[in-house]
């Protein structure tokens, strides 16, 4: 059964810095391709990054030069969202996503406030 674990949303200040991790197991291969995404309150749910097999990774235009999606090496299927230089605007709930299937984490609460 596969199941994404995700873990390091909070609340902090515009300007800070957040890093989530997400975890995926009961995967036959690896890597997958993975993503987070993000849902604000009364918005659709938007891509924000993704990580592909060959490493290689694609960011929305939104976070460019702020987040940035890694792994622990070519062969892991666990992944990090580092976000860096939040506004309010980042304030959403985050979900982890396996690439090409139905599969999603429960979603991290990130909350940029003062």
């Known amino acids: 059964q596969v199941q994404l674990a995700e873990s390091g949303g909070g609340l902090v200040q515009p300007g800070g810095s957040l890093r989530l991790s997400c975890t995926a197991s009961?995967?036959?291969?690896?890597?997958?391709?993975m993503g987070w995404y993000r849902q604000a309150p009364g918005k659709q749910r938007e891509v924000v990054a993704r990580?592909?097999?060959?490493?290689?990774?694609?960011d929305a235009d939104s976070v460019k030069g702020r987040f940035t999606i890694s792994r622990d090496n070519a062969a892991s299927n666990t992944v990090y969202l580092q976000m860096n230089n939040l506004t309010f605007e980042d304030t959403a709930v985050y979900y982890c996503?396996?690439?090409?299937?139905?599969?999603w984490g429960q979603g991290t609460l990130v909350t940029v406030s003062t």
């Open positions: 996503h396996l690439l090409g299937t139905l599969y």
């Open positions: 009961g995967i036959m291969s690896s890597p997958s391709g």
């Open positions: 990580i592909f097999p060959d490493g290689s990774t694609k």
